[in-house]
C-alpha cells in the first residue's frame, strides 16, 4: 500500500480558514453505495443528517474539549521558544514540543507569561508518550515539563487555542466558541473533533426526540494528528498514540445496539478510533491504532466527518472505511462542487463499504 494512493490536488481556496455563521448550515455530502459498484453521491446541508439517522441508531460523539496548548515564552538564556502541548500528565507535569532555535536541554527552564512575572517551567527530559519498537533509534519530540502550580490553570492564563497550521489566522474570540464541540467536557486535547463542530444543541436535541440514542467517548486528540506521513509503504508508518476512555454506560449502549441490530455511528475519526480501539485494549489507554485499506471494522457502522488532508491518516481510514474508489470519487465531486475542507470546512456522512 503506498502513500502516493491517498494524494489528491486541492486549491488554496477551499481550505476553509473561517467557520460558517451557523454550526449546522455546513454542506453535507451523503456518500452511499446501493450495491458494490453502484455510487451515489447526494449534496445536502449538515442539517439534514436529521433525515439520514433513524430512530434507533446509536450516535456517538467525542466530548473532549481543547485546551489553549500553545504557549510562547524564552529560555533563561533569552532565546524565544514555543511550546506546544501534547498532553497533561498530572496537576503540574505534562509533555510538549518545544520549537526554539536550539533544542532545549534537561534541567533548564522556560519562562512563560508576562514578562513583568513571568512563570517558570523546569525541563525535565526527553520522554516517549509510549514504548515503540524503535523507539531507540529515534529522538523523542516531547519534552516532560513541570509547572510551578497546577498545568491547566496556568495554560488558561496563558495559552493560546492551537489552530492547525493550515489555518492562517491566530485565534481569536470566534474561535475560541466555534473550535470547541457543543458538547466538549473533558479538557486535554490540542485540536478539535472537528466533524462535532457542525452540531449545534438544538439539532441534537432534535435528534434525540426523533429516537436516536446519543453516547460519548473521549479520545484527547494529540499533535500528532497533524503529522505527516514521510514513508511511501504506509505499512511502516508509526502512528501516534492517543488517550481514550469509553464510559460504562457508553460500553452498554454500544453493546444493545449491536445485539439489537440496531447501527452505530460515530461523530468524527476520533470517535470511531476510541470505539474500534476499545474492541482490543479495553476501555480506557493510550491507542496508536493505525487504520488503513483492509481492515475489519469491529462496532461502527456509519460516520460523520470532514475532509482529511492529503496523504494523512485519517484520509487512509475513511477510505478503509467507505472504499478507497468512493472516497477518492467523492472528494473529486467535492472539489468538482467547491465544498470547503478540513477542519472548520464540510463534513460527509459515509456508510460501511460492505
Not at 515564552?73 to 511550546?83: A, P, Q
Not at 474500534?276 to 493505525?290: H, I, Q
Not at 461502527?300 to 494523512?312: G, Q
Amino acid at each position: 500500500m503506498q502513500l502516493s494512493e491517498f494524494d489528491y490536488e486541492l486549491p488554496e481556496e477551499l481550505i476553509a480558514q473561517f467557520p460558517l455563521d451557523s454550526r449546522t448550515s455546513s454542506r453535507l455530502l451523503e456518500v452511499s453505495t446501493s450495491n458494490t459498484t453502484t455510487l451515489q453521491l447526494n449534496d445536502l446541508i449538515f442539517s439534514d443528517i436529521a433525515g439520514l439517522l433513524k430512530k434507533g441508531d446509536l450516535l456517538i460523539f467525542n466530548d473532549t474539549k481543547v485546551i489553549p496548548a500553545r504557549v510562547f515564552g524564552k529560555k533563561d538564556s533569552g532565546g524565544k521558544v514555543e511550546l506546544l502541548v501534547e498532553r497533561i500528565l498530572s496537576e503540574t507535569t505534562l509533555l510538549s514540543q518545544i520549537r526554539a532555535s536550539k533544542p532545549a536541554q534537561a534541567n533548564s527552564v522556560i519562562y512563560i507569561g508576562p514578562e513583568s512575572n513571568p512563570i517558570p517551567i523546569k525541563v525535565i527530559e526527553r520522554k516517549h508518550i509510549a514504548p515503540v519498537n524503535n523507539q531507540a533509534a529515534e529522538v523523542s519530540p516531547f519534552y516532560l515539563l513541570e509547572f510551578p502550580d497546577n498545568c491547566l490553570e496556568i495554560l488558561n492564563q496563558v495559552g493560546e487555542l492551537p489552530l492547525p497550521p493550515y489555518i492562517a489566522h491566530s485565534a481569536n474570540a470566534e474561535d475560541q466558541n466555534r473550535y470547541q464541540t457543543v458538547v466538549a467536557k473533558h479538557p486535554g486535547a490540542v485540536a478539535a473533533p472537528t466533524a462535532g463542530l457542525h452540531f449545534d444543541a438544538p439539532l441534537i436535541e432534535q435528534l434525540k426526540n426523533n429516537g436516536v440514542e446519543v453516547a460519548y467517548v473521549t479520545l484527547h486528540v494529540g499533535a500528532g494528528t497533524f503529522t505527516p506521513v514521510r514513508v511511501e509503504d504506509v505499512t511502516e508508518h508509526q502512528m501516534h498514540f492517543e488517550r481514550y476512555s469509553i464510559p460504562i454506560a457508553t460500553r452498554i449502549a454500544i453493546d444493545q445496539a449491536k445485539a439489537e441490530g440496531r447501527r452505530v455511528i460515530c461523530v468524527g475519526t476520533t470517535s470511531l478510533r476510541a470505539v474500534e480501539s476499545a474492541v482490543k485494549l479495553g476501555e480506557y489507554g493510550d491507542t496508536n491504532l493505525f487504520i488503513t485499506p483492509g481492515y475489519q471494522f469491529a462496532v461502527v457502522d456509519a460516520l460523520i466527518t470532514n475532509f482529511h488532508l492529503p496523504k494523512s491518516t485519517l484520509l487512509m481510514l475513511v477510505s478503509a472505511f467507505a472504499g478507497t474508489d468512493n472516497i477518492r470519487k467523492a472528494y473529486q465531486h467535492a472539489i468538482d462542487n467547491s465544498y470547503r475542507f478540513f477542519s472548520y470546512g464540510d463534513a460527509m456522512f459515509l456508510k460501511k463499504f460492505k
